[in-house]
């Protein structure tokens, strides 16, 4: 069974929008998008489906 949630390699990626500060979020892009807190990692996620996630980088 795959993970549709996966990228290419499935990895995790530091927002560019978090400029090194304290206040970082990471993104796994596929299918749907999750957004998780860098420093509470363990806390979950929130998901996104791509045209959400695009719509809330549009505002940004």
Do not use: P
Not at 12 to 40: F, M, P
């Amino acid at each position: 069974m795959t993970n549709s949630y996966l990228d290419s390699d499935g990895a995790w990626h530091k927002s560019s929008y978090s400029s090194g500060s304290q206040n970082c979020v990471e993104a796994l892009e596929g299918e749907r998008v999750l957004v998780r807190d860098t420093q509470n990692r363990g806390h979950g996620h929130i998901d996104f489906t791509t045209d959400a996630w695009s719509a809330v980088l549009r505002v940004l």
